[in-house]
Nanobody, 128 residues
Framework: VQLQASGGGLVQAGGSLRLSCSAS????????IGWFRQAPGKEREFVTA????????YYANSVKGRFTASRDNAKNTVTLQMNSLKPEDTAVYYC??????????????????????WGQGTLVTVSS
């Protein structure tokens, strides 16, 4: 499956952005989709994941309560709604796919090597 992240941009602190991850070339509903981000000079870190049905999500503590992941399998799209953005959210955001139909997600989704497919990133810049 091929992935493409989009929707990044420049926003002021406290603002919102919505990222999208569009998929093609595979059976989208058989994949858990994860979002990761990488700030300049830092390791790529986990943000959130959503299971194949959209019925289970898992969030990093740093974004819990501010970010929401959802998916539309009919449109092969996962959306990441980001609210109350902070300057420390500035990073390139990537979506990734793990061939899994797990009903309930656990902390394994935080590991980058779980994901077989990665998309190009989209830059989010939050100004103070």
């Amino acid at each position: 499956v091929q992935l493409q992240a989009s929707g990044g941009g420049l926003v002021q602190a406290g603002g919102s952005l919505r990222l999208s991850c569009s998929a093609s070339g595979g059976t989208f509903s058989r994949y858990t989709i994860g979002w990761f981000r990488q700030a300049p000079g830092k390791e790529r870190e986990f943000v959130t994941a959503i299971n194949w049905s959209g019925g289970s999500t898992y969030y990093a503590n740093s974004v819990k309560g501010r970010f929401t992941a959802s998916r539309d399998n009919a449109k092969n799209t996962v959306t990441l709604q980001m609210n109350s953005l902070k300057p420390e959210d500035t990073a390139v955001y990537y979506c990734a796919a793990d061939h899994s139909t797990a009903q309930r997600l656990g902390d394994w989704v935080m590991y980058k090597n779980k994901y077989e497919h990665w998309g190009q990133g989209t830059l989010v810049t939050v100004s103070s």
